[in-house]
Structures are given as C-alpha cells and as structure tokens.
C-alpha cells in the first residue's frame, strides 16, 4: 500500500501554518491578554466553521480540483507568511493559510475512494514535521532570517506543488472511510500536545545535559517515522494493543509528574515514554480505523474531517483557556485519545497482511541523522562576561519567546540580555513546550545562547512558568508554590548562589494577582518568603515581573517585608517598551545591598523590557 507523498507535504505546510496561526492569535489577536479569551475562541472557530463549506462546494466542482486549488492557495499563503515582519499581516495571511489548508484537507478526504494511503500520508506528514520542528532547534524557517531558511522553504513548497498538481483521481471507495477523517483532528492534537513534541522530551531531558536533549529529540523523531513502518504495524496488527497503547500513554502524560530535586517538574521517564509508545500507539490506530469497513458516501468523509479539525481547535482551547477559566483540562488529552482508541477498535479488523510501507528503514536513518544535527544550526555563543565589581541581576518578561510584532524573538531576546552581562536573569511567562505557542523550549534556547545554566521553576503546568538562569555556582533550591492569584499560577523559585565568597538568595517570580490587588494574600506570602530567606542571615534579591507599582497597596507590603528599591533613584524607570512610564517588573533587595548602574532599554522583543542592576554589598 503506497503512501500519497502530496497528503504528506501537504501536512507538513499545514502545520508550518498552524505554528503561526496559534501564536498569533495570542500575541496579535489576543494583544497580550487584553481580549477575552472568548472573543479569541470566536476568532478561531470561525475559520474551523467556514471550512464545512468545502463539502456543498464539491457538489458544483469536482473534489480533485477543490484540492489542488485549495492546497496552491495553502503554498502561496506560507511563501507569503515569509517575508512579513509580524503584524496585522502576520495574523490575517496566517488565517488565511489555515482555512486554505483546511478546505484542502476537506477536499482530499471527500475525493479519497481508499482511506489508506491518505491515512498513512497523514501519518508520514506528521513524521516529517517532528523531525523538521527538531533539526531547526524549536526555530521554524518562519522565524529564520536570512537566505538559507528561503531555499529550504522553496525546496518544500517545491515539492509540494509537484506532488499536488499530480494529486490521484479518485480510486475505488472503500467503505468505512468516514472514521479515519474524523481522527485526524484529534490526532494533530495528541500530536502537537505531546507525542511529537520535541520540546517536551528536551524539557524532560533537564538543562545539564543538552547532548541527552538531541538524543530524545531523535528518539520522538524516530518514533514518529517508526508508526507508519512495517514493523510497527504488524508488532500492533490488533487494534486493541494500540488503543489500550495510547489511552495509556495519554494518561501517563496527563498524571506522570514527579518533584525532582525539590522544584516540581517533570519526570524524564514518564514523559518520553509515554511520547514514543504514545506515538507509535497513535499511528497504529490511525492504520485500523483505515482499514475498517462499513456505510460510506464522499462527502460524508468531507463532513467527517471538517468535524475532527474542528474537535481540534475546540480542543485546543478547551486546554488553555480552561487556565483563564480556572477550570480542569486533564480531560481534554484523555478524551482525545479516547476517541481514537474507540473508533480504531469500532473496526474490529487487524492490518492488511501488506504494510503501508516497504522503504522506511532508510527514512528512520535520515530522520536521526538530522535531528542529531541540530547543534549544527545553533552556532557559536558570543564571548561575554559580566562585570567583576558587583553582583549583575536582571529580568525579563519574554512573553512566551514573541516579540510585540508578534514574531518569535528568542534569539533577539537573549541578545539584549547578553548586553546587559547579568550573573543571574530571572525570566518570567516563559514556555517550553505549549502548542498553542508553537511548541518551542524559551528557556532551553535562551540559556543556550547566553551559555548559562538554568534552574526551571513550573507555575501553571510542567512546561509554563518562571526560569532562573546563572553562571554563578548554585548551592540550593526550592520553589515555592503561591496562593491562586491570575489564571496563570505563580510562584517563587528561591535559589541559592555563591557570589564572591558569600551565599546569596535570589528569589524570582512572576505574581499574578487579582484585579486591583483587592487580596494581598499572594504579595503577603511573597514578603514571608523574602523575611524568612532573610533570617537565615543571607543577603536576598527578589526579581520578575510583579505586576504592581510603588503606588499599588502591594507594595507596602513589600516594602514592610525589609525590602529596599535599588531602582528608585532612577525613577520613572519604565518596564513597557514605547511611550508609557508604567512599570510593573522590579528588583528588591535587603538592606545589605546598593544598585547602580540601571537599565531599561526601550528594545519591542516582548511586551516588557529587559531590566537590570548591578548590586553591591555595603561597606
């Protein structure tokens, strides 16, 4: 059974377009959370409801020709996303592409007579993405610079042009096809949440070893290929093994989290089984219900695959907005694979004696061999140094890795701090790993390229929350979990450091309160972990984003605590870029310390500035 190379590339584009469609419905559309989290679901699910027109339209033109003229509208929409610098642009050709690539897929699934082959070119597709997203460092071509990134652009819509406009005809319809296109949706979501989600497996890898990070990055990548390999399928030829496979590997990346080292996090084993058993378990079930029979007419498998891409999207905010909501999303990952476990076990049919595929050992080889080739995109680090006369701290808000344009900006990020030369920067509303933000480690790559360690502090879920990173020799460590505040959690990683002979305590956070700061319980148990540091006769420093001023009735509370400003002799000291004179990140110390040497350069790489300070002891 052959695999249709044109449902393979088309995916992969597809994907490219969905990891610049979600982030910039959050950072455009969502203007950095000032729009309800509703009025964004709308914006979404419109584009999802208006691809279901794709079905009646195949009535008055035939299925093949709505596919090759959707998917050229899905290739000029990604070439066009290139070039744009972020915007209004940005977020209406992402749209765009994403309602093209969706009345594609509609249209391939109501021509598809066979299931199969579409089925395993989805799968394929996938594979691809995995090991592409892997051996560009978490940095998509989109958010590359410079000609290298357009000729591996043009070399992939070349392809995909070839093998559109020699898109098959349909061939003999097999009956039962309708239950495949449904999965697809919940497929991409299972897919993109975690089992091909290499930052995952490089969060789970730790920040010691980047050399075990490559290594489970090649692991999911392989994985992924390996689900749609003859081996794969006849090891889980009956559907029950695959689907009891991934209900659990679902389960065991929902509930498997651990504490490790005294900072909860994730636990490495956990979470990279459950990514390669679950990936493997994923396209093996997509094979069954495939391969099943029963009552089947054209354009119900075009309803079928606009209804599962809009389970996806549905899904996708059922999972992150349930944090704005304050509601449990442990339901959505379960639920999803639920359903594909149930619909390719609904069959009760094993695989064709003949494989998907004959030629997949060479694939899994190259596969690997690129994503072991990731350091050779990173580059070298600058040489930097942080001053030899006094303590440099800074922090930075970096807004999931996305500067105010909407742009994915990691790299300008840790430029601007490597000009500030900090000892410690404390990062707040970092990710590493949500796929609603495209599915890249912030943390992992801005430490990289400051050659600093780093300390991750969870606050929401495993892979959102606060980061300490240092050059300094770490001697403890341990995080702090604060009252409920704003949907995002918060806080406190308490970090022991060794500076010029004598222990330190920085403590950085990122609070999250209530409107107007109506409860101080959150900045009260803030100030009781400053005092307490305190006592043990250490000098302390406090960091992040605040979310308060000096003339908030938090502050006091602060301040009440034995914290003194080292930044108030420079104020107005803004920390949002442009006009405003609002400023809501803050270092506070204890008395023990002077600031000098202030900094706030007014740079548009997130919705905040960088801030720092050189500190010093008291004489």
């Known amino acids: 059974m052959r695999i249709r190379g044109d449902v393979a590339l088309g995916v992969v584009v597809l994907v490219d377009v969905l990891r610049v469609f979600l982030p910039s419905l959050i950072t455009l559309f969502g203007r950095a959370g000032s729009t309800p989290a509703e009025m964004m679901g709308l914006y979404a699910v419109s584009w999802f409801l208006v691809a279901f027109l794709a079905v009646p339209l195949t009535r008055y033109v035939r299925p093949r020709t709505v596919a090759i003229g959707a998917g050229l509208a899905l290739l000029l929409a990604r070439l066009a996303l290139q070039p744009t610098s972020g915007g ?109 989600n290499t930052a995952h497996a490089q969060a789970a890898a730790g920040s010691s070893a980047p050399a075990v990070a490559a290594i489970v990055a090649a692991l999911v990548a392989a994985a992924a290929v390996l689900s749609v390999a003859p081996s794969a399928q006849l090891l889980l030829r009956r559907a029950p093994i695959p689907a009891v496979a991934l209900v659990a590997s679902a389960a065991a990346f929902t509930f498997g989290k651990a504490t490790v080292d005294g900072v909860h996090g994730v636990a490495p084993g956990w979470t990279i089984a459950a990514q390669v058993i679950g990936q493997l378990a994923l396209g093996a079930c997509l094979a069954h219900a495939a391969a099943a029979s029963g ?8 309803l079928a695959a606009a209804a599962g891409m809009l389970l996806f999207v549905v899904s996708v905010f059922g999972y992150y907005a349930a944090y704005d909501l304050y509601l449990p999303n442990q339901w959505v990952p379960l639920c999803a694979a639920l359903l594909v476990a149930a619909v390719a076990v609904a069959g009760r049919t094993g695989l064709p004696r003949e494989p998907y595929g004959r030629r997949f050992p060479p694939v899994v080889a190259a596969a690997v061999a690129l994503v072991a080739a990731v350091p050779l995109w990173q580059g070298a680090v600058p040489g930097w140094a942080p001053p030899g006369d006094g303590l440099r701290v800074a922090a930075y808000n970096i807004r999931m890795g996305y500067g105010e344009s909407g742009r994915l900006s990691v790299e300008q990020q840790a430029d601007a701090l490597r000009a500030l030369r900090p000892h410690v920067v404390v990062l707040s509303e970092a990710d590493r790993g949500w796929l609603l933000n495209g599915g890249h480690d912030d943390v992992r790559l801005i430490a990289e390229r400051l050659g600093m360690r780093f300390i991750w502090a969870p606050a929401t879920d495993e892979v959102w929350g606060d980061a300490l990173l240092t050059d ?75 979310n308060l001023g000096p003339a908030d009735p938090a502050w006091r509370v602060l301040t009440d605590s034995g914290l003194t400003d080292p930044l108030a002799p420079v104020r107005p000291f803004p920390t949002v870029p442009g006009g405003s004179a609002e400023q809501i990140d803050h270092v506070l110390v204890t008395p023990e310390f002077t600031g000098r040497d202030q900094a706030n350069p007014d740079v548009s790489h997130s919705d905040h500035r960088p801030i720092a300070v050189t500190l010093a002891l008291r004489p």
């Open 472 to 546: 300094l020799p770490v001697t403890s460590v341990r995080n702090h979990v604060l009252v409920r505040g704003g949907p995002t959690g918060a806080q406190a990683l308490e970090v022991g450091l060794r500076w010029q002979g004598r222990d330190i305590t920085v403590i950085g956070t990122h609070l999250q309160p209530p409107p107007g700061w109506r409860e101080l319980d959150q900045v009260e148990q803030l100030g009781r972990i400053a005092r307490e540091a305190a006592g043990k006769g250490r000098p302390v420093v406090v960091a992040g984003d605040l």
């Open 88 to 196: 209004d642009p940005q977020l209406y050709l992402a749209s765009a592409g994403l309602l093209a690539g969706l009345v594609w897929l509609v249209a391939i699934a109501t021509d598809a007579g066979d299931a199969r082959p579409a089925t395993a070119g989805v799968i394929t597709g996938l594979a691809a993405s995995t090991v592409i997203h892997a051996a560009l460092d978490g940095i998509d071509l989109m958010w590359r610079p410079g000609p290298l990134p357009w000729a591996l652009l043009a070399v992939e819509l070349t392809l995909f042009g070839i093998f559109l406009l020699r898109t098959p005809a349909a061939g003999e319809a097999r009956p039962g096809a309708p239950r495949v296109w449904l999965l697809v949706g919940p497929a991409l979501l299972l897919w993109g949440l975690y089992t091909g």
């Open 295 to 302: 009552p089947d007419r054209p354009r119900r498998r075009g």
